[in-house]
């Protein structure tokens, strides 16, 4: 089944890019997502891709995809003490309907 | 209200009690999910449903039951709750096969 993996830690200053990395196993993925974690919250969607593109860019967010070595990263332009957060990658697998396989989160911390 | 709901939002419970959390989402969503969080597993699919009466098993689905009976609602049991059940719980929806899955803010469960 599909496995997913982050970098556990990140630490930055404010106003520094931050980029998060993910590797994937599941090639079959159709999207491959970005969520957000705040304290005491659920997860929300920060962006995503399509398996078939390299790049999104949304704002400060741009997502970078490399089919060939099934990693996935996150980059934050300006990092903003409000970025900090715990982010999770997700992949969708055909094994389990639409449910998404998560990696186990990256903490990234802010500080001014 | 709209959206996704979780109920209770903290609960104790002895070992060995049966409890059940609840999840309503007012989208009319056709997937629903669970998921547990535990620090350094991240997110783990319990059980997911993709339609009323249909439900199937995640990657940690036991001393677990969930039923669907009705679109909306979606509660998962834990029969005889042990102390490796203690954990954050987020029920999630979405509309379709890789589309945004939208989580509740989760149910802090300690069984004691």
């Known amino acids: 089944g599909e496995d997913v993996e982050q970098s556990l830690f990140l630490s930055v200053r404010e106003g520094d890019s931050s980029v998060i990395n993910c590797t994937y196993t599941d090639s079959s993925s159709t999207y491959l997502y970005w969520y957000k974690q705040e304290p005491g919250a659920g997860l929300q969607l920060l962006t995503y891709i399509f398996s078939n593109m390299d790049m999104k860019q949304d704002q400060r967010l741009t997502v970078l995809l490399n089919k060939k070595d099934k990693h996935l990263s996150l980059r934050i332009a300006d990092t903003q003490t409000g970025d900090s957060a715990i982010y999770f990658c997700a992949g969708d697998t055909n094994q389990a309907g639409t449910a998404l396989i998560f990696g186990k989160g990256t903490t990234l911390s802010v500080s001014s | 209200d709209a959206g996704i709901t979780q109920s209770p939002r903290y609960k104790i419970t002895e070992t060995g009690r049966q409890v059940t959390l609840m999840c309503h989402q007012t989208?009319?969503?056709?997937?629903m999910f669970w998921y547990r969080q535990d620090l350094g597993h991240g997110l783990r699919l319990i059980y997911y449903s993709a339609a009323a009466d249909i439900t199937d098993k995640g990657e940690v689905p036991d001393g677990y039951v969930v039923s669907r009976s009705k679109t909306e609602n979606f509660p998962l049991t834990l029969e005889s709750a042990t102390r490796s059940q203690t954990s954050v719980y987020f029920c999630a929806s979405a509309m379709g096969i890789s589309t945004e899955a939208f989580f509740g803010q989760g149910t802090r469960l300690t069984v004691v």
């Open positions: 989208w009319s969503h056709s997937y």
